[in-house]
């Protein structure tokens, strides 16, 4: 027995030395697939997932394998995260690979995209550990090229949002005045003409007719008669109602010199059952339910009386309280306020603007397209009135179209301190949250921006940055930006896209881009070129882009 044990342990020590000393074959480039090829990133990030198929035989059963996928580029290099393979016999949480019949592992890559990516080269680096004995194995190329073209997305093309003016250069406003009858008449009564209502009226109409800044747009009667008594009796009684009236206005509009009122119209409805049924609501009279039952039940007018007239009860109620109201001509005035013109609003503001309004000044800046002039007036906006918060979002909304963030970021921060509930400082913040890769903080910004227009492109971006190209597209909505031209191509939906991008209404430097891109995914060489060339005169940085650009890999760029 003890020469058993002698003769056993040799062996077993011999086998385990030869085991420690069985180093893993060099990994081979053709074991492993990059998908996608070339990579491409998503949003602001470089994802890729690699594959390898190991062979049989060729991992070692006390090997664990550390994989660190490298990318590198001329000017830097970024690491991901290792994965771990390792040997059937290795007790640890790696994938396994068996050595007789060899195996599938998965090693993802993820970096935040960096400029000069587009030419690079993705690497495997191999550390082994073999029962705590650490070496490296060649690394091994899986993967050459980044396809960028997601990262053109900016928010440094969305439009701020602007807190608009509310000036009108007209101004609508309306005057009215009922004139009662007593039951079964149609003469306009003396003592009707002296109500508030009527001499407030007559007296709008004067002062409209002789302002220079007023105008009378026009004049309508709409004359009424109970719903009591037969319909034919009624319609006439209406009728004529409406003719008195009208010619009471026509005189008393003659009388005050009145010859410009746009035009006169009249109507008249025989029986004011809808009137009725409205008045009978807001009352407290006794059963007023069943009043309103018979209105539901009986369509027919000369049915509806006959029906309320059996309800003996409360029948003098309506005769008393109700019925009175819808004997009546009601007169309504259209006046027209007019504002001051262009003209007289750039006079004042050049020579006196304390006596432009906020508004006036606020919609005065949408006339140019000079930003400096722009700027020039919102700071005197905020000095008239520096309690409005419209005028320090709005001067923002200029400097960070100029590029001028941090003085953009303090207006729209004294904007929200004015008023904290506004929509438009939050998105423009959101804007400002994304320039500077601040995402969660841009999400609640953006949210808390909800449904002003400018949001849309806005929420486009950031969904496009994510990487969540469903929900851009659905942000962007038909919105005919650089942006949503750029979701529509990375979406395939190329139609779409050249769409988007012709109704552009001021194409710069990045809509010729996104053209060349979409000739370039198209097959069309001569759409690539023509829309190159115009970007790059745009924007000369534009032409070392294109040169490393994979999406313009089949064609010749010397020629720009």
């Known amino acids: 027995m003890n020469r058993k044990v002698i003769f056993v342990a040799p062996a077993v020590a011999v086998l385990f030395f030869t085991g420690c000393n069985k180093k893993l074959s060099r990994f081979n480039s053709d074991f492993f697939t990059t998908t996608p090829t070339p990579i491409e990133s998503v949003g602001t990030e470089v994802p890729a997932k690699v594959t390898g198929h190991i062979p049989a035989k060729f991992m070692v059963k006390n090997a664990r394998v550390t994989a ?24 640890a949480n790696g994938q396994v690979v068996s050595y007789k019949e060899g195996g599938t592992v998965l090693i993802p890559f993820e970096a935040a995209y960096q400029p000069g990516m587009e030419k690079s080269d993705l690497w495997l680096e191999f550390e082994v550990d073999q029962n705590g004995k650490l070496y490296a194995l060649p690394q091994v190329k899986v993967g050459s090229g980044v396809v960028a073209t997601s990262t053109l997305a900016s928010a440094k093309t969305v439009t701020p949002a602007i807190a608009a003016d509310n000036f009108q250069k007209v101004i609508t406003e309306q005057y009215s005045a009922n004139i009662h009858f007593l039951i079964n008449q149609a003469n306009v009564r003396a003592s009707e003409l002296q109500t508030g209502q009527f001499v407030d009226l007559n007296k709008q109409l004067q002062e ?15 004359s009424f008669a109970s719903p009591e008594g ?23 509009m003659k009388k005050d010199k009145i010859t410009e009122f746009g035009e006169l119209t009249s109507s008249f409805t025989p029986e004011d059952w809808e009137g009725f049924q409205q008045l009978v609501e807001k009352s407290n009279i006794q059963d007023k339910e069943l009043i309103l039952s018979v209105l539901k039940m009986y369509k027919d007018p000369e049915e509806r009386e006959r029906e309320i007239r059996n309800l003996s009860a409360v029948f003098n109620e309506l ?60 700071r005197k906006v905020t000095e008239q009135f520096p309690a409005d918060y419209r005028g320090f979002n709005d001067l923002g909304m200029v400097q960070y179209e100029r590029g001028d963030y941090s003085s953009a970021r303090a207006n729209f921060n004294k ?29 609640e910004q953006l949210g808390a921006a ?24 659905t942000s962007f909505a038909g919105a005919k930006t650089n942006n949503a031209a750029l979701a529509q191509i990375l979406a395939k939906d190329y139609a779409t896209a050249r769409t988007t991008l012709s109704a552009i209404a001021e194409p710069d430097a990045t809509t010729y881009y996104l053209a060349a891109v979409l000739g370039a995914r198209t097959g069309s060489e ?8 115009q970007a790059i005169r745009l924007d000369s940085s534009l032409l070392g882009r294109a040169r490393n ?6 064609y010749n760029l010397n020629a720009l």
Do not use: C
């Open 526 to 533: 001569n759409m690539v070129i023509t829309n190159l060339r």
């Open 319 to 378: 005769a008393d309280q109700i019925l009175p109201q819808l004997r009546y001509s009601r007169i309504v005035a259209s006046i027209n306020v007019i504002g001051k013109s262009d003209e007289e609003m750039i006079n004042l503001y050049n020579t006196d603007p304390k006596k432009l309004t906020v508004d006036e000044m606020l919609y005065l800046a949408t006339l140019t397209n000079d930003n400096m002039k722009k700027m020039d007036i919102y």
């Open 415 to 443: 904007a929200l301190s004015l008023n904290p509930a506004a929509k438009e400082p939050q998105m423009n913040l959101g804007l400002l949250s994304m320039l500077e890769g601040n995402m969660q903080q841009a999400n």
């Open 208 to 222: 409209a007719a002789k302002a220079p800044n007023r105008e009378i747009a026009g004049v309508t009667v709409n």
């Open 549 to 554: 650009d994979l999406e313009f890999a089949r």
């Open 450 to 473: 909800a449904g002003i227009p400018e949001a849309g492109d806005a929420l486009g971006v950031y969904y496009l940055q994510r990487g969540d190209l469903s929900k851009a597209l």
């Open 68 to 91: 660190t996928p490298v990318l590198k580029w001329a000017d830097g290099e970024v690491k991901g995260e290792p994965s771990t393979l390792q040997g059937e016999n290795v007790r």
């Open 230 to 252: 037969s319909y034919k009796f009624n319609e006439q009684l209406a009728q004529k109602r409406e003719q008195n009236t009208t010619s009471m206005i026509e005189s008393t």
